[in-house]
T-cell receptor, first 114, second 117 residues
Framework: DQQVKQNSPSLSVQEGRISILNCDYT??????FLWYKKYPAEGPTFLIS?????DKNEDGRFTVFLNKSAKHLSLHIVPSQPGDSAVYFC?????????????FGKGTRLSVIA | GAVVSQHPSWVICKSGTSVKIECRSL??????MFWYRQFPKQSLMLMAT?????????EQGVEKDKFLINHASLTLSTLTVTSAHPEDSSFYIC?????????????FGPGTRLTVL
């Protein structure tokens, strides 16, 4: 049973436009959500996170939106740049669950076309 | 802060040999580390949770006698692939969660590419 789902395996966006990556979760106990970016042959790097007490968190070109009632979050990248081309993983956790791993989605491959 | 290193970054070995991969948290202590495996074009697959001073917890379908995990200190976990076979060729990634102060993120190492001939 996949608790974190990224239903779009890939996404192509023109440079300068907005990239929207979506993520759905099923476990209503999750209260902290993260996005990671991964380039080929490298480990994932943390991008941005959001606590369940918020519905939006912004960091430069990256904004994460959380809709708890829909169990849905999204990552917006604007404007998109060619260097943003990577695989993006959505992850979820329970606050204070330091001994348990984050639950990851399968990832969405973003291609930003110049 | 929050840097995780892995060594080696890549290794090629003959079938039947054993390979050890090290994962270190460089600037924080990690009571828990995680080992993942990634096949080409696929998601991260959690293999096991490594707990300092105790036995690792393996995910279903992961052979604990084949993938030996040792977490001897708060900054070091090792994964040993025993009697490696070509199907073990993959990209292995470790991650760590801090014991304090660094929130809920997991910090990932750069990965180790294993090729078994």
């Amino acid at each position: 049973d996949q608790q974190v789902k990224q239903n779009s395996p890939s996404l192509s966006v023109q440079e300068g436009r907005i990239s929207i990556l979506n993520c759905d979760y099923t476990n209503s106990m999750f209260d902290y959500f993260l996005w990671y970016k991964k380039y080929p042959a490298e480990g994932p790097t943390f991008l941005i996170s959001i606590s369940s007490i918020k519905d939006k968190n912004e960091d430069g070109r990256f904004t994460v939106f959380l809709n708890k009632s829909a169990k849905h979050l999204s990552l917006h990248i604007v404007p998109s740049q060619p260097g943003d081309s990577a695989v993006y993983f959505c992850a979820a956790s329970l606050v204070g669950s330091g001994n348990t791993p984050l639950v990851f989605g399968k990832g969405t491959r973003l291609s930003v076309i110049a | 802060g929050a840097v995780v290193s892995q060594h080696p970054s890549w290794v090629i070995c003959k079938s039947g040999t054993s390979v050890k991969i090290e994962c270190r948290s460089l600037d924080f202590q990690a009571t828990t580390m995680f080992w993942y495996r990634q096949f080409p074009k696929q998601s991260l697959m959690l293999m096991a949770t490594s707990n300092e001073g105790s036995k690792a917890t393996y995910e279903q379908g992961v052979e604990k006698d084949k993938f030996l995990i040792n977490h001897a200190s708060l900054t070091l976990s090792t994964l040993t692939v025993t009697s490696a076979h070509p199907e073990d060729s993959s990209f292995y990634i470790c991650s760590a969660r801090s014991t304090s102060g660094l929130g809920n993120e997991q910090f990932f190492g750069p990965g180790t590419r294993l090729t078994v001939l």
